[in-house]
């Protein structure tokens, strides 16, 4: 034992003995030293990483061994090196950069669709949009705010739409809104709608089924949109197409927190298509917006300029003779103006005050061929006011109080050029003071409520209008809300919203209540609905609701002409029906489909009618693919079943703007009904649209920048959609009166730098 002993000892011994192996790792361009270099000997094996100075230090075994040397970004190295019984060895090492190719990891977000924006605080049915979800709606061929906000409860007439109808309402039961401040008009026509830039928006809401206080007296519900706040750079960004040019530009004023956002634009497919033709439609149009912000007194100050301005001609003979050189053409035109200011500033951590003045004017004119002479119809509206809003944290919720004061002055005349023609003049001052109490709190953790009270004097009356909604939480993904509220309106219009006219003159055609005998409208309306979110990408919607109106003033059971020639009708009506929403968002695709069922009835003489409005049975099914980040392809179903409308009398020509014939005609003067109102079905409307567009990253003088190519083409089933029915007085025969025929809709290019 003793001998086996002693000879293990030397060889022990031997086994521990090392040397230090010592030196500096280096980039071999540089010089610099390289620090997190893995030195290992992988015979040993042993490994060490270098210091920030690039020295590392490690013991090794006498004799050869083999040593490797790697850093991530550098070719890595390895060699044998014969190590010494005793003393140090050094070994310094230069490395060389090699690049390393990753494979590309693409990141994108889910494609922006209506109803995914949780930022907007406004709960299901009441629908909120960002500018993204406008630029990708599935059923517009360029970003519109009006249109995106069509379907469910929302309906526009198919292609030339004059104005929105929110669950059985008239057009003129809507207000709109910019940053705040009342416009008029915000509306063109022959086949574009909306006269808001998108450019220049940063979001769009659609305030109908929550307490309205922000304006309470409109019956339906307010639209709502916001401008972009201007960049910390100069921005620019446009489209020219074959319906419309626009271009926004916005920035900085030097570096007090100031900035401006300008916006132009002009759409009128007619111009773009223009024949040498008496029944071609003609004219112009032309939008701005203009915004200067900048800090004040502790808070911030907004001030808004907007303008807009459509002229249309269209001939008053459907067949001209080919002896009449130059046929009389009726003419019309409309405009909208506003100017306002907001200054808004936080009192502490838990109350804000917000001031806000506006002046808004709104004209309408037209010149008609009437049945015994030329008729000149003139409509003006002017709104001047200012409200002041103070909302605070009280009784564990948010309260909202404020007064506002707003002057009404309307005029509506017609006047003929004979004695024997039609004649009629209405003039309204409607002085309205409101004041308004608004709370929304908690009342568990499951359920919220929303109630608010508005009083105001008009027309030498007080008017009381309530709202309540109740909101409860199921569960994680489901969310219940009943809405009950009383609304009263101040103005009513005496457009012809029965009248095939208002596909070319949308622009209602205000009067306020007082002396010129327009009443005071109200509505009582009661609204379930149920949201579901099972997931992040889906959610599904329901909605039912029964509304019913009074004191209304109703044009079509008095005259057939597009305006009012013969007083108005006062009466009341009623409209129920419920609708389903579904919307998706992923990373490659994003779809949105609704249904809805109503049926909306105004009372006359005893009786009731449809109005054309009010279809019976509607739907939509979109769906946009992006496959790539630059590829955007888009798909639009639309039917409606169930529309009416009253015929009329004599020969009417129409056929709306389209690139394949250059089609975008109105002639005739439809004046006279056929038969009774609401008494003719139409056809089922059913239209398939495809687009796709095609974007590029670019530079251009030393900024990054998008440019895109994009197209649509419409009708896709080339069906015969009817717009109206025409009759001939002599033999009684019925002709449809056709819309679009399948057509590229829209060509054109678009850029952001």
């Not at 000879?7 to 390289?34: E, H, K, N, Y």
């Not at 990708?136 to 379907?151: I, K």
């Not at 108005?568 to 779809?591: M, P, Y």
């Not at 250059?662 to 139409?682: I, R, V």
Request: glycine share 10%; proline share 7%; hydrophobic share 40%.
């Amino acid at each position: 034992m003793g001998i086996a002993l002693s000879s293990l000892v030397p060889l022990l011994i031997a086994a521990q003995a090392t040397v230090p192996v010592t030196g500096t790792v280096r980039d071999a361009d540089s010089g610099a030293p390289l620090a997190e270099v893995i030195v290992s000997l992988t015979s040993a094996p042993r490994t060490v990483m270098t210091d920030e100075d690039g020295r590392y230090t490690l013991e090794a075994p006498p004799g050869t061994q083999h040593v490797s040397v790697q850093r991530f970004g550098y070719t890595p190295q390895a060699f044998d090196a014969l190590v010494p019984s005793e003393g140090t060895l050094e070994i310094n090492i230069a490395l060389r950069r090699e690049p390393i190719l990753l494979p590309a990891i693409e990141v994108r977000a889910p494609v922006p669709i209506r109803g995914f924006d949780h930022a907007r605080g406004l709960d299901f049915p009441d629908r909120s949009m960002s500018q993204s979800d406008l630029y990708h709606h599935p059923f517009t061929a360029e970003p519109d705010a009006l249109r995106a906000l069509g379907g469910g409860e929302v309906n526009l007439d198919p292609e030339s739409p004059s104005g929105m109808h929110i669950r059985g309402g008239a057009s003129d039961q809507v207000a709109y809104l910019l940053d705040g401040i009342p416009i008029f008009n915000p509306y063109h026509t022959g086949g574009t709608f909306a006269a808001w830039n998108p450019d220049a928006l940063a979001s769009i809401d659609l305030v109908a089924a929550s307490p309205l206080h922000s304006a309470p007296d409109v019956l339906s519900g307010v639209v709502s949109a916001n401008t972009r706040a201007p960049g910390a750079r100069f921005q620019t960004r446009g489209s020219v197409s074959a319906t419309q040019a626009r271009a926004t530009v916005d920035g900085p004023f030097g570096n007090t927190g100031a900035g401006y956002l300008a916006s132009v634009g002009s759409a009128f497919p007619g111009l773009a298509m223009h024949k040498d033709e008496p029944s071609h439609m003609n004219g112009h149009n032309f939008d701005w917006i203009g915004k200067l912000e900048s800090p004040l007194l502790g808070g911030r100050v907004r001030m808004l300029g907007y303008g807009s301005q459509t002229e249309v001609g269209v001939s008053a003979v459907p067949e001209v003779d080919s002896a009449v050189v130059d046929p009389f053409r009726n003419t019309m035109d409309w405009n909208g103006r506003s100017l306002g200011a907001e200054w808004g500033r936080p009192i502490g951590d838990h109350a804000a005050l917000v001031l806000r003045g506006w002046t808004a004017s709104g004209n309408a004119n037209a010149t008609w061929m009437g049945p015994d002479s030329l008729e000149w119809l003139s409509s003006t509206q002017r709104d001047d006011g200012a409200v002041a809003e103070f909302a605070f944290a009280s009784f564990g919720g948010t309260t909202t109080t404020g007064a506002r004061f707003q002057r009404i002055e309307t005029s509506y005349s017609l006047l003929p050029s004979s004695a024997d023609g039609r004649a009629t003049s209405f003039e309204s001052m409607t002085p309205i003071s409101t004041v308004f109490l608004e709370h929304e709190r908690a009342v568990s953790s499951r359920t919220e409520v929303e109630v608010s009270f508005a009083s105001a004097l008009a027309a030498s009356e007080v008017y009381y209008s309530p709202s309540a909604q109740v909101r409860w939480r199921a569960s994680r993904t489901l969310l219940l809300s009943v809405t009950g509220a009383r609304r009263h309106q101040f103005a009513q219009s005496l457009r012809n919203s029965e009248s095939v006219v208002s596909n070319v003159f949308p622009p209602d055609l205000y009067l306020g209540a007082g002396e010129s005998g327009i009443p005071v409208a109200s509505s009582d309306i009661g609204i379930v609905a149920l949201e579901h979110r099972p997931n992040a990408w889906l959610r599904l919607g329901a909605q039912g609701y029964l509304r019913d109106f009074d004191s209304l003033a109703l044009v079509a059971p008095r005259s057939a002409d597009p305006y009012a020639t013969d007083g108005f009708a006062v009466d009341a009506g009623q409209s129920h029906g419920f609708s389903l929403e579904a919307g998706a968002s992923r990373e490659t695709f994003g779809a949105l489909a609704s249904y809805t069922y109503q049926q909306v009835k105004l009372q006359h003489a005893g009786g009731s009618y449809a109005p054309n409005y009010g279809p019976t049975h509607s739907f939509q099914a979109g769906f946009v693919l992006t496959p790539s980040s630059s590829y955007t392809f888009r798909l639009g179903l639309e039917g409606i079943v169930g529309r009416r409308t009253t015929a009329t009398l004599g020969s009417f020509e129409w056929e709306a703007c389209n690139l394949i014939d250059g089609g975008c005609e109105f002639a005739g003067n439809p004046s006279q009904w056929s038969g009774d109102l609401g008494g003719t079905e139409l056809p089922t409307y059913l239209r398939l649209d495809f687009g796709v567009r095609k974007h590029w990253d670019v530079k251009f003088a030393g900024r990054d920048g998008t440019v895109a190519l994009f197209g649509t083409a419409s009708n896709l089933l080339a069906r015969r959609n009817v717009l109206t029915v025409s009759v001939n007085p002599e033999t009684g025969q019925r002709n449809n009166i056709d819309m679009m025929p399948p057509s590229p809709l829209v060509v054109g290019i678009d850029w952001r730098f």
